[in-house]
T-cell receptor
Framework: NAGVMQNPRHLVRRRGQEARLRCSPMKGHSHVYWYRQLPEEGLKFMVYLQKENIIDESGMPKERFSAEFPKEGPSILRIQQVVRGDSAAYFC????????????FGPGTRLTVL | KQEVTQIPAALSVPEGENLVLNCSFTDSAIYNLQWFRQDPGKGLTSLLLIQSSQREQTSGRLNASLDKSSGRSTLYIAASQPGDSATYLCAILRGNKLVFGAGTILRVKS
């Protein structure tokens, strides 16, 4: 039973480019969460999605960031026009259901903006 | 606003020692509490989850307790080993989101 998969593991972008981060939840999990870990800071919630729906995006920056979890395929976190302050580790987690809600994390994508 | 505090920030112990990591939170209205370990440059590994109706959970050498009334959780590690060296994170589930503490960096010396 594969765990949460994220790709790429490392991503380098120049300022102004777009970054696309992918997350495939564990088999049988329909809830996906994205978290960000900035250098020297703790993990912060960004967004919670179920298939085809954004449930809670209270942690998402208002501009340039978007997330989706289509009916088919992985969840995507998209960052447009990246800036150096976007450099961080982005983690995806998934859970089977909301009542118990043990979240399992992927290995993360480390984004570096030059 | 829910805040999660972990003490100590860093801990260095000799191999074989028993140790306790502490986590406190400001709002007792939590759904559950999860302890994770994070190795440098890696993702998070879930260690234990305690539901709000439970008082403790055990897995191998690890035991986690939860006292909602005082807003505290402890992670007890018995007979520590060098392989236990990592950052330990406490997180409370508030609504749909996990709120994390800053972590305790543990080093077990051989």
């Amino acid at each position: 039973n594969a765990g949460v998969m994220q790709n790429p593991r490392h991503l380098v972008r120049r300022r102004g480019q777009e970054a696309r981060l992918r997350c495939s939840p564990m088999k049988g999990h329909s809830h996906v969460y994205w978290y960000r870990q900035l250098p020297e800071e703790g993990l912060k919630f960004m967004v919670y999605l179920q298939k085809e729906n954004i449930i809670d995006e209270s942690g998402m920056p208002k501009e340039r960031f978007s997330a989706e979890f289509p009916k088919e395929g992985p969840s995507i976190l998209r960052i447009q026009q990246v800036v150096r302050g976007d450099s961080a580790a982005y983690f995806c987690a998934s859970s089977r259901d909301i009542s118990y809600n043990e979240q399992f994390f992927g290995p993360g994508t480390r984004l570096t903006v030059l | 606003k829910q805040e999660v505090t972990q003490i100590p920030a860093a801990l260095s112990v000799p191999e074989g020692e028993n140790l306790v990591l502490n986590c406190s939170f400001t709002d007792s209205a939590i759904y559950n509490l999860q302890w994770f370990r994070q190795d440098p440059g890696k993702g998070l590994t879930s260690l234990l989850l305690i539901q709000s109706s439970q008082r403790e959970q055990t897995s191998g050498r690890l035991n986690a307790s939860l006292d909602k009334s005082s807003g505290r959780s402890t992670l007890y590690i018995a007979a520590s080993q060098p392989g236990d060296s990592a950052t330990y994170l406490c997180a409370i589930l508030r609504g749909n989101k996990l709120v994390f503490g800053a972590g305790t960096i543990l080093r077990v010396k051989s």
